[in-house]
């Protein structure tokens, strides 16, 4: 949590901040205080304290802002740091680690991280092996709901439900993927129902029941590349809250060990009209993100890293490789902006594989649906590998270099005989009278 006191070390303000003095500060009635420097609370506190602090580690040789993401900065092939007001990550070689830990000597709220690190009840442990993330003990804390039959009655207070659904959506963003859909999907239902609350108490036992960290190990710099997989959950018929995209962005090596970098499990920012509509914008979500990720890390490691995109809709697949035309218009722009993305280069490879090994089976729907979402997911954190079996495969070299065959041009219907005229034989029309 942000101290009101960090604000305090930013630069000298222009203009300063009046405020009344609250009753808990014990002074006299109508006290007002004059702040010279930014004050909790304000909207532009953190701005100025962000331009405080970056003027202190651009002090670091050899560093410059991501061109990524404004609150981290980096020197190539050495270290990198990650600030959000006073809360500050940072790793590389011992050189630059005593570079950064000069510079925040200078603050006397901020406080490096490294090792074994908490926040809101999730605890990341750092060993030889890599980086862990538990959420065991956030979990174990949380207390089921209490149920009364008939399930099918709507729950006389939905904030319960929300207030759980809400704490298991920071565990599905921050440790375990497999619940997030579920989370996310209780955590906007708009009139829940006994058998929610269900569905809630299973998806909490199922955290407790398979008790899986989330394991960042050490991958080869040489074979990184980025995996996404993308799915969509839903048809023009279903309900809006029914209608969900996910997607998943890991970064894998030759040995197909992988760290997740990212996930979501969201209802459309847009309306799909069909599920194939549904699929591109799952995928161009996904490459979206995972491009803002893959510029930090080839920033930081000075070499190229390719990006995979994969898919279980063949009709999506079909699409981006080829040069039909989507009949569902409200994915159009989604396609132009993949193929282009494919031409260029931005994404390596688009694979189509099935829809019983896809990862993003389980971000597109809860564990309680109708068919259950595939094990693909569950697998590839206990195994800690992730290697899926794939149907059809484009790169973009492919695409830009392979023949195709020319579209065939629309048949025409044959031209009605013209009258005849009388020069050629035939005779004139009579005459209209106008």
């Known amino acids: 949590m942000i101290g009101p006191g960090a604000y305090l070390q930013s630069d000298r303000l222009t203009d300063p901040v009046y405020a009344w003095a609250p009753p808990e500060a014990g002074l006299p009635d109508g006290t007002v205080w004059k702040f010279h420097r930014a004050m909790y609370g304000k909207n532009n506190a953190c701005r100025h304290f962000h331009f405080n602090t970056q003027s202190h580690f651009l002090t670091i040789p050899d560093i410059t802002v991501s061109s990524a993401f404004d609150t981290i900065y980096l020197v ?10 006073d809360d500050t990550l940072n790793a590389g ?28 009840g999730i605890t990341a442990r750092t060993d030889n092996s890599g980086i862990d993330c538990d959420a065991g003990p956030y979990a174990a804390a949380l207390t089921p709901l209490p149920l009364s039959p008939p399930l099918s009655s709507p729950l006389p207070d939905p904030k319960a439900l929300h207030s ?29 129902a006994g058998a929610d609350a269900r569905r809630a108490n299973d998806t909490l036992a199922a955290v407790a029941l398979h008790p ?6 050490p991958l080869d710099p040489a074979s990184l590349c980025f995996d996404v997989y993308a799915d969509y959950s839903g048809s023009a018929t279903s309900p809006l809250y029914r209608r969900q995209p996910g997607y998943l ?3 894998v090596d030759a040995s197909r060990r992988f760290s997740f970098l990212h996930w979501a499990s969201h209802l459309p ?34 070499r190229r890293i390719p990006l995979a995109a994969y898919t279980d809709s063949s009709a999506a697949y079909d699409l981006v490789t080829s040069f039909k035309d989507a009949t569902d218009m409200t994915g159009k722009n989604d396609l132009f902006i993949f193929r282009r993305s494919l031409l260029s280069g931005s994404i390596h490879t688009i694979s189509l594989i099935q829809g019983a090994d896809n990862p993003a089976d389980a971000l597109s729907k809860p564990l309680y649906a109708r068919p259950a979402p595939n094990p693909a997911l569950t697998n590839a954190l206990l195994a800690g590998k992730l290697h899926v079996p794939v149907i059809s495969c484009t790169t973009s070299a492919g695409y830009r270099t392979a023949p195709r065959d020319a579209a065939p041009s629309p048949r025409r219907a044959p031209r009605p005989p013209s009258p005849a005229r009388a020069d050629e034989g035939g005779v004139c029309p009579p005459p209209r009278d106008l």
């Open 76 to 85: 190539v092939l050495r270290g990198a740091i990650s600030t959000h007001v």
């Open 93 to 120: 070689d011992p050189a630059f680690l005593a570079s950064v830990a000069t510079v925040l000597k200078s603050y006397s709220t901020h406080r490096p991280d490294h090792g074994d690190i908490q926040f809101a």
């Open 164 to 192: 759980l659904a809400a704490k298991l959506l920071w565990v599905g963003r921050v440790d375990r993927p497999d619940v997030l859909t579920n989370a996310a999907h209780l955590a906007k239902l708009p009139n829940p």
């Open 212 to 217: 899986i960290s989330l394991h960042y190990p």
């Open 249 to 251: 962005i890991t970064l």
């Open 269 to 302: 920012h847009r309306v799909c009209r069909g599920s194939c509509a549904g699929e591109l914008l799952a995928l161009a979500d996904a490459v979206a993100a995972a491009l803002a990720v893959r510029l930090l890390l080839q920033e930081l490691l000075s």
